[in-house]
C-alpha cells in the first residue's frame, strides 16, 4: 500500500457490518410481513363469503324471483338473467370496436390518431365508473325516457372497451411481423391476413383481455344504479315465452329484454345488503359468493391459460 | 519476476453448475500480490463465470452451484459463515459495460464510502477526488462532479466505475472486459491506468484480447473448453505472461495466443 | 430498380385496373376505413363523456360558479332550498384517499419488494396471482364485508383507540375528535377499505417498476459490498421513483374514483365537520346515493357537476402520469 490514509481507520469495521447486516435482515423480513399482511384480506374476504355465502346457497336462488320483502325464499334469477344479458350485450358493444382499434394501432403506430387514441384509451380506464354510468344516462336514460338493460350494456361496454383494447394492442404485438408478411406476399389482402392470420395468432392473449374485461364488467355496479336501475319481475324466459305465445316478432322480445328496466348481481348485492331484512342480508351473502366464484375463476382461468400457451409456444 | 511473491488469491479446484449444467471444471489458479492477472480464452468457456465466482457475484444466479475452494489470504470465502458483503467489498469488481448509478458523479463515487456511515463532507470530498485521481478520471469531470454520471462518455463511464470500485479500498479488483465497450483510444486510458493501480491493488482482468493481455498482466491463465463429453470450461495453462506469449507448453494455447485457433 | 423493369413484360403491359375498384375489391379500403372509424370513435368517447358532462351540469354551474368547489363557502347541500355546495364531498374524498394513499404507499412498496427482490420464485408465482385476485374482487363484495365483519372488528376498535388518544390532543382533535358510531360507519372506514383496495395497484405496478430495473444497476451495488437492503433502498428505489410515483398516482385515481365499498362503509351524509371518526360522503358516494333520487334539476345538475370534479381530477392525473412515464422512457434512451 501506498501513503494514502485508509479510510476505514477509525471505523469498528466488524461492528458496524454487524450492524449492517441486522438492518438488513430487519427491512427484509418486514417486506415480507408486509406481504403476508397485503395478502391476508384476499385469505379473510374469500373465506368468510365462502362460509357465511355458502350457508345461504340454495337452488331457489337460481331458479326463482325474489319473493316480496320481509318474507322468506325466492332468488334473484332476475338479476342473474339481467347480468348475463348486460354483459353479453356489453361484450358485443365493446369487442368488435376494441379490436379494430387495436388493429389501427398496429398498422399505424406512430401516427397522431394512434397517440391520441393510446392517451384516450387511458384517460377512459381511469374515469371512476360512477361518471360513466352518468354518461349513460345522459345519452340513453334522458333519450329513451326510460332505464334499461340497454343503457346498461353500453355503459359496461364503455368500461370493457379500454380493458380490452389494451390488452390486444399488447397481443397482437407480439405477432411476428413475417406472418402478417408472409401472407400479404401471397396476395391476401390486408383485412383477410388479419383477421385469419393475424389475430388467430394473437388468439390466447386477445381472448384472456376479453376475459379480464367480462370479469371486470360483471362485478361493476355503480355506474348501472342510474341506467339499469333494477328490476324484480326481469325474467326473459318469461319474456319469450309472452312472445311466442302472442305471435309477436324477434324484436318485440328483444324489446322486452333489453328495453326495461334491469338487476344485476352486484346491484341486488348492493341493495340486499342494506336492508333491514336478514333473509336479504343473508341472500346478498350467497350472491357476494356467486359473483367472487365467477369473477375470480374467469380471472383465474385467463390467466393460468394465457400462461399455460406461452409455456407451450416458448418451451 | 525472481521476487517473492504472495498469493493473494487462490483458487483450488473449482467446478461450477448452473442447474444441470456444468460451466467449469476442476479450475485451479492462483492470483499473485500487487499483479495483474489476465484470463483469457475463447467466448464461452467461463471466464465471466470464473471472476464472479472470486467475489460471490455469482450467488445471485438461481441455481448456481460451487465446489472447491477460493481463499482470499488463505480463508475460505465460501464458508458457511462468511460475511458476503465483506468479502465484495475486499473484492471490487467492474463490469463489462459501464454501469453507473443514475446519480451525480460525486454520489457515485461516495456511494460506497456512504455505506459504511462516512458523511464528514470534508472526508467525502477527498475520498472522491483521491478516487477520481487514480482512475485518471480527475482532470475531466472535476469541473462537473455534481453531473449525470451518465452524462459522460463511455470509456469516462467505466473510468467513474473503476473510481467507484476504488473509493472503497477493496484488496482485489476484478474486472470483466472493460474495455470490451470502448473505443481504441479509451481503451489506451484504461490500460494505462492499470499499471497505475497494480501498485496498490491485486487485479484479475477477463479479456479475449490477446494483445491487451500481453501489454497489461503479469501473468495469464488461458481458460478452454474442456474436450470431453461436459463442454465445460477449464483452466488449461497458467503461467507468467512472457511465458504463455512466447513458449507456451500446452498446443492449444499456442495456437489462440498466436491466432491459428479455430 | 424500378420494379416495373423486373417484371415479365406481359405483366407490365396488362391493363391496370382503376386503383379505387382494386381496392375496394380486396375490401382494404374498407376495412382502413374500418379501422380508422373504430380508432377515432373510441378516441373521441372520452372527450364526448366529458363533454357531456359539462354542458348538462349548466345549470349548477351557473348558479353557484366557484362556491361549487370552494372550502370557504358555507356549506349546503340541501335539496329542499336547491342550494348545493360540493366541498364536504369533495372533503370526503381527498381525506379518504390521502390517508388511504398515505398508508398504503409504503406497504404496497414494501410487498413489491418482496415480490421482484425477494420472494423464491415459486412462493412469488402464487403471491402475483393472490395480488392479481385482490384486484380483481368486485368492490360491492369489499363493501359488504366491509360493513359486516371489517367495520366492527377493528375500523370500531381503532376508531374508539384514535378518539381517546389523539382526539384528546388539542389540534389534532379537529381531525380526530368526536366518536365513532357504533355501526363503524366513517370516514375512517372508507380511508380503511381503500387501503385493501389500491394496495394490490400500486404493490402490482412498482413491481414491475422494480422488474425492469436492469441487473446491472443491482450487481454494481452489490459488488460494492452493499446489502441488499441498502441497494434496494439507496439504488433500486430512486432509479425507479418516477415510476413507483406514476404506480401511487394510478391508486389515487383509484380511490378518488371507488365508489360502491366506500358507499357502503362511509355513512352517507352532508355532515360530519372534519373528524375523520365520523361518516361522511365522497364524490362518487354521493352521485351513487342521491342520482337516482334526485328530484329537482338543480340537484341533479349539482351531482353531473361532481360527475365533472372527478372527470377533471382523472384527466390531471393522467396526465401527470403521462408526463412520468415520458420522464422514465428518457432515462432510459440516455441510458
Ligand atoms: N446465469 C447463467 N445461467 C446459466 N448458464 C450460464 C449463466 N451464465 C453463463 N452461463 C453459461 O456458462 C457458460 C460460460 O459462460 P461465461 O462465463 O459467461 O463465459 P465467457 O465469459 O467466457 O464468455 C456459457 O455456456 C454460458 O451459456
Ligand atoms: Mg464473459
Known sequence: MNAETNIFAGLDMARLDKRRRRINRIMLSLTAVATLFAVIPLFWITIYVIIKGGSYLNLDLFIHLPQAMGTEGGGVLHAIEGSAVMVLFASIFAIPPALLAAFYLLHHPNTPLANFLRFSTDLLSGIPSIVVGLFGYAVIVIVQKHYSALAGSVVLAIIMLPVILRSAEEMLKLVPQELREGALALGSPEWKSALTVVLPAAAEGVVTGIMLGIARAAGETAPLIFTALGNDNYEIFQYIRQTIQYRQGVGEAFKLILEQPTDALPLTLWKYAQQPYPERVQQAWAVALVLMLFVLSLNIAARLWLAKRRRQRYG | ?262 | MPVSESLPPHKAQKRTPPALWVALRHGDALWDALLWLSAALTTVLVFWIGWKLWVDSALSRAATGWDFVSPWAPPSWNPVLDKFHAWPAIYGSLVTSLIALLVATPFSIAVAIFLAELAPSRIRQILNYMVEMLAAVPSVVYGLWGIYVFLPLVVVPLGKFLGATLGQVPGLDVFFGGTIPDSGLSRLGASLILVLMITPTIAAVTRDVFQAIPQSQREASLALGATQWETTWRVLIPYGLSGILGAVILGLGRAIGETMAVTMVIGNTTGGGWSILRPGYTMASIIANEFAEAVSGMHTAALVEIGVVLFVITFLLNLFSRYLVWRVNRKVIVR
Open chain 2, 1 to 262: 519476476m525472481p521476487e517473492k511473491q504472495t498469493i493473494k488469491i487462490d483458487i483450488r479446484d473449482v467446478s461450477v453448475h448452473y442447474g444441470t449444467f456444468q460451466a467449469l471444471t476442476g479450475v485451479s489458479m492462483p492470483a499473485y500480490e500487487n499483479k495483474v492477472t489476465a484470463i483469457i480464452g475463447p467466448s464461452g468457456c467461463g471466464k465471466s463465470t470464473l471472476l464472479r465466482s472470486i467475489n460471490r457475484m455469482n450467488d445471485l444466479v438461481p441455481h448456481f452451484r460451487i465446489e472447491g475452494t477460493v481463499t482470499l489470504d488463505g480463508e475460505d470465502i465460501y464458508a458457511p459463515r462468511r460475511d458476503v458483503v465483506d468479502i465484495r467489498r475486499r473484492i471490487g469488481m467492474v463490469f463489462q459495460r459501464p454501469n453507473p448509478f443514475p446519480m451525480s458523479i460525486y454520489n457515485n463515487v461516495a456511494y460506497g464510502p456512504r455505506l459504511y456511515h462516512i458523511r464528514s463532507k470534508n472526508v467525502l470530498d477527498e475520498i472522491v477526488e483521491r478516487s477520481l485521481r487514480q482512475a485518471a478520471l480527475w482532470e475531466e469531470v472535476k469541473d462537473k462532479l455534481h453531473q449525470s454520471g451518465l452524462s459522460i462518455s463511455g470509456g469516462q463511464q467505466q473510468r467513474l466505475c473503476i473510481a467507484r470500485a476504488i473509493a472503497v479500498q477493496p484488496e482485489v479488483i476484478l474486472m470483466d472486459e472493460p474495455a470490451s465497450a470502448l473505443d481504441p483510444i479509451a481503451t489506451l486510458k484504461i490500460e494505462e491506468l492499470m499499471h497505475e493501480l497494480k501498485k496498490n491493488y491485486t487485479i484479475i482482468i477477463v479479456t479475449h484480447n490477446m494483445q491487451q493481455a500481453a501489454r497489461v498482466s503479469d501473468y495469464t491463465a488461458m481458460m478452454m473448453l474442456s474436450d470431453s463429453e461436459s463442454r465445460s470450461g477449464t483452466v488449461i495453462e497458467f503461467d507468467e505472461t512472457e511465458r504463455i506469449f512466447t513458449n507456451p507448453k500446452d498446443k492449444r494455447t499456442e495456437d489462440y495466443v498466436t491466432g491459428r485457433f479455430g
